[in-house]
């Protein structure tokens, strides 16, 4: 009987490594900080991002659960490709129309997406959502906006910042906010949204 292989067989110990910490640094964690969250001490750790040793299952497994990560998300098991394109016709499309502002997700949804990048069009005089609305993401999300087209405001949790064509913001998406065009054309602007990078 042939003996069945662990999917880690598969993958070059220094591949599992760099990706265990980019997952690490992209949620802002320290080696003390996913070794109180996985359970695996911080010299495993160590040698794992080092490409030293290869993890066994159980450990790939604490590993993941202290990232927030399935064990297939983290080695990568449910990815077909490792290139992912989403056409403009593919683009999931929302929004409210009753306020005027229409968006485009174009990042893939697919697991441990830790980013998603997305188009918005808001209308003349109309605005994202009412400034009393709940945070929109989770704890420690952060997100970046950049201006296409038009002066919208930002306004976030109670302050307003005015920006133009080509300005570039980054705030805290856990706090209120929202977006609105005092103007008398559309205004337009990309938004990545971040998971869990600020953490207190």
Do not use: W
């Amino acid at each position: 009987m042939a003996a069945i292989s662990s999917p880690l067989e598969a993958l070059d110990s220094a591949v599992i490594g760099a990706r265990v910490k980019a997952l690490r640094e992209s949620a802002g964690m320290s080696l003390r900080d996913l070794t109180a969250r996985s359970g695996v001490s911080a010299p495993m750790l160590s040698q794992v991002e080092r490409g030293e040793t290869s993890p066994t299952l159980t450990v790939a497994a604490r590993i993941a659960a202290g990232l927030e990560l399935q064990l297939s998300q983290l080695l990568r098991l449910d990815e077909a490709d490792t290139v992912t394109i989403v056409r403009k016709a593919e683009r999931q499309r929302g929004g409210n129309a009753r306020r005027g502002h229409r968006f485009e997700v174009l990042t893939p949804a697919q697991p441990g997406q830790r980013a998603e990048l997305s188009r918005h069009t808001l209308a003349p005089g109309r605005a994202t959502g009412a400034p009393d609305d709940p945070p929109m993401h989770e704890p420690g999300s952060r997100e970046t906006a950049l201006v296409e087209r038009g002066a919208p405001v930002l306004v976030c949790d109670g302050q307003r910042y005015e920006l133009g064509e080509g300005d570039c913001v980054t705030f805290d998406a856990d706090l209120p906010h929202h977006f609105e065009n005092p103007t008398e054309s559309d205004a337009v602007f990309l938004a990545v949204v971040s998971a869990g990078l600020r953490r207190s």
